[in-house]
């Protein structure tokens, strides 16, 4: 029995620590903010690090400069740039594939973070690690 609760017990931290997530962005930037609500929202315990500089925190994590946008976070290992939608989130967390991280470059209007009455731009989600050319891991 006391092998099922262990067993059980570090099945539930495994889970609960795949929900909690560290977010660096720019006080400035009020899309950072309302991307990490929806993180919140859909279940992601979010600490959040203002930093002035994001420019050096991208570099020292290895986000491609291609894929960059305004804020960087830090999930199970894995780095999730910019306005990535919590369900994209999800399928790499499920998936775990053998990747540094995702990204949604830029800031496309209609993203979590980015709405703004109807507009909607594509948000192309890209799978990227240090050794292969970045490919597209799921469209929004």
């Given at each position: 029995m006391k092998k099922v609760l262990l067993i059980f017990t570090l099945f539930t931290v495994t889970l609960l620590a795949e929900n909690h997530m560290t977010v660096y962005k720019s006080k400035y930037c009020g899309c950072c903010g309302k991307w990490v609500e929806h993180m919140e929202k859909n279940g992601y315990k979010v600490k959040?690090?203002?930093r002035e500089d994001m420019t050096s925190v991208k570099?020292?994590?290895?986000?491609?400069?291609?894929l960059q946008s305004c804020?960087?976070?830090?999930v199970n290992g894995y780095l999730v740039e910019g306005h990535v939608p919590a369900d994209v989130v999800d399928k790499m967390l499920k998936e775990k594939p053998k990747i540094k991280g995702i990204a949604s470059p830029g800031m496309p209007m209609?993203?979590?973070?980015?709405?703004?009455?109807?507009?909607?731009d594509p948000n192309p989600i890209y799978a990227?690690?240090?050794?292969?050319?970045?490919?597209?891991?799921?469209k929004r």
């Open positions: 959040t690090i203002i570099q020292e994590l290895g986000v491609p400069m291609n804020h960087t976070a830090i209609g993203s979590p973070g980015m709405e703004q009455e109807n507009m909607k990227f690690d240090k050794s292969k050319k970045p490919y597209l891991f799921a």
